[in-house]
């Protein structure tokens, strides 16, 4: 089946420590998310890629840190610098960013939390 | 600019008896909107969408959104609410171009048995 995988599910940082969420997709779609969920927030987009060795910042972007080097993986680091990274994070595709009309596709989410 | 407005934060309703979930939208292109569905700990699932075909969308799960352009309104109903509906519902929009998609802060919907 086609989707989106996200690891781990859950995830502990330490103070200081830089720690990396993983994003899969098979869909085969160009453009890819990162969003930040915290309660009675909605989805805050954190930063976005359209195509390959291509991406953007979005609303949150300070002390968050992604690349896209290959089409399936949009993987997203959680620097020292965020000091308030504890939340649930969300990764989505899309067949491509100036595409409308065509949904996200969400994966399960990593809840990160300090130790 | 665009924006989503959910209505309520949460809902609450008795098994059996019908759901409202209030969606507004402000956009200056013809919009597309969205509704998804999220299950605690889970990502969004995708329940149904506005593309401009038809302005009265059927959903999975028996859910239904009308599009109302005069009232910038793309409300979610159900006529009959069932336990496992319980979760937090997401409208979104998308102006289309360079625009991001808009997620509104979401509705938890509570089903009393």
């Known amino acids: 089946d086609g989707g989106i995988t996200q690891s781990p599910k859950y995830l502990f940082r330490k103070e200081g420590q830089n720690v990396t969420l993983s994003c899969e997709q098979n869909?085969?779609?160009?453009?890819m998310y990162w969003y930040r969920q915290d309660p009675g927030q909605g989805l805050r987009l954190i930063y976005y890629?359209?195509?390959?060795?291509?991406?953007q910042k979005g609303d949150i972007a300070e002390g968050y840190s992604v690349s896209r080097e290959k089409k399936e993986s949009f993987p997203l680091t959680v620097t020292s610098a965020q000091k308030n990274p504890t939340a649930f994070y969300l990764c989505?595709?899309?067949?491509?960013?100036?595409?409308?009309?065509?949904?996200?596709?969400f994966g399960d989410g990593t809840r990160l939390s300090i130790l | 600019a665009q924006s989503v407005t959910q209505l309520d934060s949460h809902v609450s309703v008795s098994e059996g008896t019908p759901v409202l979930l209030r969606c507004n939208y402000s956009?200056?292109?013809?919009?597309?909107l969205f509704w998804y569905v999220q299950h605690p700990n889970k990502g969004l699932q995708l329940l149904l969408k506005?593309?401009?075909?038809?302005?009265l969308v059927k959903g999975i799960n028996g859910f239904e959104a009308e599009f109302k352009k005069s009232e910038t309104s793309f409300h979610l109903t159900k006529p009959s609410a069932h336990m496992s509906d319980a979760a937090e519902y997401f409208c979104?929009?998308?102006?289309?171009?360079?625009?991001?998609?808009?997620f509104g802060t979401g509705t938890k919907l509570q089903v009393i048995p």
């Open positions: 989505a595709s899309s067949r491509g960013f100036m595409i409308s009309n065509q949904p996200q596709h």
């Open positions: 869909l085969n779609h160009d453009a």
């Open positions: 890629s359209q195509i390959v060795n291509d991406f």
């Open positions: 956009s200056s292109y013809s919009p597309s």
């Open positions: 506005y593309t401009s075909a038809a302005t």
């Open positions: 979104a929009l998308d102006s289309g171009g360079y625009q991001k998609v808009t």
